[in-house]
């Protein structure tokens, strides 16, 4: 079964840090992008950063370029999100997705996502 | 950066109803769009990509359609399990940007 599962979410104080994990199973990750989106309380979906497959080229939203750091571990099947200097706004679920199609980074749908963790920081 | 505004925000509709639901791009995208649905507490679905090839599993009452700036998700006849929230997402380039959601509500 493919599946995706989110973890590290909690209360933060700003300006502090956290690290999320997704781990993957049921595919072969180390063949697929994967991506991190978050949605803030009653927003929409916002497009954090993405990874290639062999973790060679990483792009990342400008809201968060500079404080997050998105690495993977092919040998863990596990996708990782280092956020520091968190800011109130970075207040959302955060959702781990991989592209639709092997080996692509750019021009490609999410086709698998977790249930999502939340982060909430909050003095 | 690419902007993606879906119209409307909102709509009422009923069962067996065919709905439209348009999203715009700020500039040409080709045909680089996806369709999500998204209900309450649950993580997105892709339901249609590259705007107008329907997701293994997808029912048949979904279709999308556009190219360039201009894009349309249709649902042919409207059924309770589709009452949600859809997105819209561009993804032609190294950023990927969503619309701001329509929600498909009960009449």
């Known amino acids: 079964q493919v599946q995706l599962v989110e973890s590290g979410g909690g209360v933060v104080q700003p300006g502090r840090s956290l690290r999320l994990s997704c781990a993957a199973s049921?595919?072969?990750?180390?063949?697929?992008?994967m991506h991190w989106v978050r949605q803030a309380p009653g927003k929409g979906l916002e497009w954090v950063a993405v990874?290639?497959?062999?973790?060679?080229?990483?792009y990342y939203a400008d809201s968060v370029k500079g404080r997050f750091t998105i690495s993977r571990d092919n040998s863990k099947n596990t996708l990782y999100l280092q956020m520091n200097s968190l800011r109130a706004e970075d207040t959302a679920v955060y959702y781990c997705?991989?592209?639709?199609?092997?080996?692509?980074?750019?021009?490609?749908?999410?086709?698998?996502w977790g249930q999502g963790t939340m982060v909430t920081v909050s003095s | 950066d690419i902007q993606m505004t879906q119209s409307p925000s909102t709509l009422s509709a009923s069962v067996g109803d065919r709905v439209t639901i348009t999203c715009r791009a700020s500039?040409?995208?080709?045909?680089?769009l996806a369709w999500y649905q998204q209900k309450p507490g649950k993580a997105p679905k892709l339901l249609i990509y590259?705007?107008?090839s329907l997701e293994s599993g997808v029912p048949s009452r979904f279709s999308g359609s556009g190219s360039g700036t201009e894009f349309t998700l249709t649902i042919s006849s409207l059924q309770p399990d589709d009452f949600a929230t859809y997105y819209c997402?561009?993804?032609?380039?190294?950023?990927?940007?969503f619309g701001q959601g329509t929600k498909v509500e009960i009449k």
């Open positions: 049921g595919f072969t990750f180390s063949s697929y992008a």
């Open positions: 590259k705007a107008s």
């Open positions: 500039q040409s995208i080709s045909s680089w």
């Open positions: 997402q561009q993804y032609n380039s190294y950023t990927w940007t």
């Open positions: 990874i290639s497959y062999d973790g060679s080229n990483k």
């Open positions: 997705a991989r592209g639709r199609q092997q080996w692509l980074v750019v021009h490609d749908a999410f086709d698998i």
